[in-house]
């Protein structure tokens, strides 16, 4: 697995965590300083990234959790498969499966020969953006 590890209190609104096992964005982040003996609690509101999900993980601040590495890659597309594209990455070469993107806008866009952003995250595939066509 890809994972770096951080404390709670060192993440912020945008970033990424790893809740459940499933890589999650950030969309909300709030501390809570509790009593006199307590330690300061972290409540995190998620988004996961595949599922699309949302999850929430109280902790205190200095707990580690795991952060998702994120490689940033480009590929072109080669195929549509239906409910899937093949892509060749432009770096390796290599040709890989990735799921239909939810967004229908970005969906639209997606023809064979046309250039994408995805990111690797976990050892899954996810398109991010369309880059040219």
Excluded at 5 to 11: I, N, P, S, V
Excluded at 17 to 26: A, K, S, T, Y
Excluded at 81 to 93: A, F, K, N, R
Aim: glycine share 8%; aromatic share 6%.
């Amino acid at each position: 697995m890809s994972v770096n590890y951080a404390t709670l209190g060192e993440l912020k609104k945008g970033s990424y965590i790893v809740i459940d096992g499933e890589p999650c964005r950030i969309v909300e982040i709030t501390k809570a300083k509790t009593g006199k003996h307590g330690s300061a609690k972290a409540h995190v509101v998620a988004i996961g990234v595949f599922s699309g999900q949302k999850k929430t993980f109280v902790a205190p601040v200095d707990t580690r959790v795991q952060v998702p590495i994120i490689e940033k890659r480009l590929a072109q597309v080669l195929a549509d498969m239906g409910d899937s594209l093949q892509l060749m990455d432009l770096e390796t070469y290599d040709t890989l499966e990735v799921e239909k993107p939810d967004d229908p806008q970005l969906a639209s866009k997606l023809q064979p020969g046309v250039q994408v952003e995805y990111w690797l995250i976990m050892g899954r595939p996810k398109i991010m953006r369309v880059r040219s066509s």
